[in-house]
């Protein structure tokens, strides 16, 4: 066990989907997983854990944010040997031509969270996937025909941000605004793990189309596949 999360061992798996909703997590364990068991209820941070085409896969909630998804992925790391972790979430386009429900694939992830000031100093480092599962899941979602886009990310501590700084980063090539995989990335590098960050566009900033609070929770089938085929593979 650790502090917060309340499995025994053997619990997880070691390969875990990580969305930041706890019901997401309920969602897919009910939806994609047999034999599934709830091992986590701290904090109402759900986390399961059953088989998927035979194989074992765990999924846990972290949460909003960077501080958030890094307590929890640091503890599967640390104390549950978790090996592969792949985020499942949502993304705000910042590009005309990544529309909503597109899934994004981050091979980097920019961040002005103040986690990587305090490792990191003045030093500049930049968190990105591990090219394995990269590799994987563009493959997978070939096969699976899906509307995959691979690109940089933003991952912001601010969801509310008046200054539209969406448009500086637009400028330097970054596809997609979210708020977890930065730290995921780095902590996956501290802990010499494999991870990757598969999201769902929820809303583009340009166009200001939007999906529905259901949707992001219940409809967003085809990330949550994609994350699996790979995560097994």
């Avoid at 989907?17 to 047999?34: H, N, Q, S, V, Y």
């Avoid at 400028?171 to 730290?183: F, P, Q, S």
């Avoid at 583009?204 to 219940?218: G, I, L, P, S, Y």
């Amino acid at each position: 066990m650790s502090t917060h999360i309340n499995a025994p061992e053997g619990a997880i798996a070691d390969k875990v989907l990580l969305p930041g909703d706890p019901l997401r997590a309920k969602f897919i364990a009910e939806t994609f997983l047999e034999d599934a068991k709830c091992y986590n209820e701290v904090r109402g941070m759900l986390g399961f854990t059953g088989t998927y085409k035979g194989q074992k896969v765990s999924v846990q909630g972290t949460g909003m944010g960077q501080p958030s998804l890094s307590i929890y992925v640091q503890e599967l790391f640390q104390f549950y040997n978790v090996q592969k972790a792949i985020r499942i979430g949502t993304a705000g386009s910042v590009s005309e031509k990544v529309p909503c429900r597109s899934v994004i694939l981050a091979n980097a992830a920019c961040t002005d969270s103040a986690l990587q000031t305090q490792r990191f100093g003045l030093n500049h480092y930049a968190p990105v996937p591990d090219f394995e599962l990269l590799y994987t899941a563009y493959n997978k979602a070939k096969e699976l025909k899906l509307q995959t886009v691979v690109g940089p990310c933003f991952s912001g501590d601010r969801f509310y941000d008046e200054n539209e700084t969406w448009k500086f980063w637009k400028k330097y090539g970054i596809i997609g605004i979210e708020m977890e995989a930065a730290e995921l990335y780095t902590l996956a590098a501290e802990f010499k793990r494999q991870a990757l960050a598969i999201l769902t566009v929820s809303n583009n900033f340009v166009t200001q189309e939007e999906t529905t609070a259901e949707e992001r929770q219940k409809t967003f089938k085809d990330m949550m596949q994609l994350a699996l085929e790979t995560i097994i593979e």
